[in-house]
């Protein structure tokens, strides 16, 4: 074997111990020994040793996701908001920064959807009064209540305020 041979030979098993290394290395210290038929011929002891700080640690976009549970739709709303793929590379950090956006998206999702169903039971689209705040002679209201508008008239001579309103809309006569 020439010299030139040897050295591209130690070359190479020196950079697949680079990439093993990149690829195992977890802030431990350790020796590899150079075994194996194509870098047995080595005479010189190679001895990596890995870094008293511990490397960060990274995973996949998906592979977060799925440690939170998120589902499908949730992890494809998350890549069209952010312009990222689910095969991208992050830190645990950004992981930690993912996990915190969606437990604030999924409570404010379970507040949206407790208003929304408030919103259902009915609430008031319009209001057209005739007077006064303080002295109404004729007030009207337009509600929407599960997808249908009801007219509706207001008894009293203040002002109704907008927000939500519950009644029965089977009952045609005066309503508390």
């Excluded at 950079?15 to 990149?22: D, P, R, S, V, Y």
């Excluded at 319009?126 to 006064?132: A, C, E, L």
Aim: net charge negative.
């Amino acid at each position: 074997m020439t010299e030139a041979n040897f050295m591209a030979l130690a070359q190479k098993c020196h950079a697949e111990l680079q990439a093993l290394n990149k690829i195992a290395d977890k802030g431990y210290k350790y020796t590899i020994g150079i075994t194996g038929p194509e870098c047995s011929l080595t005479s010189s002891n190679i001895v990596l040793k890995g870094s008293d700080e511990p490397k960060e640690f990274t995973l996949t976009i998906e592979q977060c996701a799925s440690s939170m549970k998120m589902t499908e739709k949730q992890l494809l709303e998350y890549e069209a908001n952010f312009k990222v793929s689910r095969t991208d590379v992050i830190n645990e950090k950004m992981c930690n920064i993912m996990f915190e956006y969606f437990k604030k998206h999924r409570e404010l999702t379970r507040e949206k959807d407790a208003l929304g169903a408030l919103m259902d039971n009915g609430y008031i689209q319009k209001r057209y009064s005739i007077g006064s705040d303080d002295d109404i002679s004729c007030q009207t209201i337009i509600v929407k209540r599960k997808g249908y508008y009801y007219l509706m008239e207001v008894h009293g001579t203040r002002a109704t305020s907008m927000g939500l309103m519950d009644f029965d809309p089977t009952i045609s006569n005066w309503q508390d």
